[in-house]
């Protein structure tokens, strides 16, 4: 008997095995609630990044333009996400796969944002949106 076969990896918390054979997982309802409030605070931040002048104007020139270079890759970070959580909720696995990458992007993201970008009114969506990716 290989190890292989012999493990079992355990689906993230939230995510449990249908009752039927098909062998997919589905969503908890509170994790789509969670993935649509990502989906709007993260369109919102990256708008307001790159089309208002305020969000990162105490930022060098060099830093501004990275965070909006971020900003441009959260929209298609959030386009995945949704399709992830589309195909996630019909049970495919490559929905859960999709959801779960463009969620650790956007982790990431807005770590970044939450402890590099100078402190402004953008601060707390950048926080919950960090909090509700992780």
Do not use: C, K
């Not at 650790?104 to 402190?119: E, G, R, T």
Request: overall charge positive.
């Amino acid at each position: 008997m290989s190890l292989v076969s012999a493990t079992r990896l355990s689906n993230p918390p939230g995510v449990r095995e249908p009752s039927s054979a098909a062998g997919v997982t589905h969503l908890a309802p509170w994790l789509v609630a969670a993935t649509l409030t990502i989906a709007v605070l993260a369109t919102s931040t990256s708008l307001l990044g790159l089309n208002a002048s305020w969000p990162y104007a105490s930022e060098t020139e060099n830093w501004r333009r990275q965070a909006q270079g971020q900003d441009a890759g959260n929209l298609i970070a959030v386009v995945v996400l949704l399709v992830g959580l589309v195909g996630a909720r019909r049970g495919s696995l490559r929905g859960v796969q999709l959801w779960l990458g463009s969620l650790m992007y956007l982790a990431y993201a807005f770590v970044i944002y939450s402890v590099a970008v100078h402190f402004g009114p953008l601060f707390l969506p950048y926080v919950v949106t960090l909090g509700l990716s992780a």
